[in-house]
C-alpha cells in the first residue's frame, strides 16, 4: 500500500483565499485524523472520523475550518477564510479498526498564509 | 479528560550516552493504548512502540526500551548508547477505548551531538 497521501505537500496563500488539503487514507482503514503541527502548540488533533463520520471536532478551532469525509477514500479539511496564524503543517492519518491499533500518517502539508 | 504530559522540551546529548525521554500521561478510562513516534528532521511521523494498559511489561528492541508504569501513569522511552541519527522529536500518545481519540505529548527534541 502506498500509505496515507496528502495533496498538496506545500502550499502558499494570500489571506483571505480558501484552502483546501486532500487526504487518502489507507486502504481498509476505519479511523481518520486530522492534526495540526505548529512549533507553539505541538500536534493538536483538530478532528477524527470513524467510518466516515466525524467523531470529534472540538480540535476545530474556528468556524473558518471545516472538514469532510465523503467516502472511505477522501477527506478534505478546509480553511475558508484563510489567516496568516493558520500557517502550519497539517498531518493527516488513519488506523485499522480497533482501538488498540496504530495511526500512520501521511507527508503533512506545509501551509503558509501571507 | 485524556492528557499527555511530557515535561522534557529538549535534551541534549554527547553520542553513546543513554538518555530517557519521559511521559506522563491522565486518563480516566481503564482500557487505553500508549504509543511512541518519532520525528526525524525530514518531518513525517513514525511509529515505534505501542502498549495495551493492561499490559505492564517492559519492552525492549534493540538500542531502544520502553518502562510502563501504570501506578506512575508514565510509559518512559530509554535509548540506550545514542547515534547522532537517534536526533529527533519524540511523541507519546495516548488512546482510549470508549472515543478511539488519539492525542499526543508536546513532544521532545532529542539532540545527539558526536
Known amino acids: 500500500d502506498a500509505g496515507v497521501i496528502q495533496s498538496p505537500r506545500h502550499e502558499v496563500t494570500e489571506m483571505g483565499q480558501e484552502v483546501t488539503l486532500r487526504c487518502k487514507p489507507i486502504?481498509?482503514?476505519?479511523?481518520l485524523f486530522w492534526y495540526r503541527q505548529t512549533m507553539m502548540r505541538g500536534l493538536e488533533l483538530l478532528i477524527y472520523?470513524?467510518?466516515?463520520?466525524?467523531?470529534?471536532d472540538s480540535g476545530m478551532p474556528e468556524d473558518r475550518f471545516s472538514a469532510k469525509m465523503p467516502n472511505a477514500s477522501f477527506s478534505t479539511l478546509k480553511i475558508q477564510p484563510s489567516e496568516p496564524r493558520d500557517s502550519a503543517v497539517y498531518f493527516c492519518?488513519?488506523?485499522?479498526?480497533?482501538?488498540?491499533?496504530?495511526?500512520?500518517f501521511g507527508q503533512g502539508t506545509r501551509l503558509t498564509v501571507v | 479528560a485524556q492528557k499527555v504530559t511530557q515535561a522534557q522540551t529538549e535534551i541534549s546529548v554527547v553520542e553513546k550516552e543513554d538518555v530517557t525521554l519521559d511521559c506522563v500521561y491522565e486518563?480516566?478510562?481503564?482500557?487505553?493504548?500508549l504509543f511512541w513516534y518519532k520525528q526525524p528532521p525530514s518531518g513525517e511521523l513514525v511509529f515505534l512502540i505501542r502498549?495495551?494498559?493492561?499490559?505492564?511489561q517492559n519492552e525492549i528492541s534493540g538500542r531502544y526500551s520502553w518502562n510502563f508504569q501504570k501506578s506512575t501513569s508514565s510509559f518512559n522511552f530509554t535509548i540506550t548508547a545514542s547515534q547522532v541519527v537517534d536526533s529527533a522529536v519524540y511523541f507519546c500518545?495516548?488512546?482510549?477505548?470508549?472515543?478511539?481519540?488519539?492525542?499526543f505529548g508536546q513532544g521532545t527534541t532529542l539532540q545527539v551531538k558526536p
Open positions: 492519518a488513519s488506523s485499522l479498526k480497533g482501538l488498540h491499533t496504530e495511526a500512520f
Open positions: 486502504s481498509g482503514h476505519d479511523y
Open positions: 472520523f470513524n467510518n466516515n463520520v466525524p467523531i470529534d
Open positions: 486518563t480516566r478510562d481503564t482500557t487505553y493504548y
Open positions: 502498549r495495551n494498559s493492561f499490559d505492564e
Open positions: 500518545a495516548l488512546r482510549t477505548s470508549n472515543t478511539g481519540k488519539l492525542i
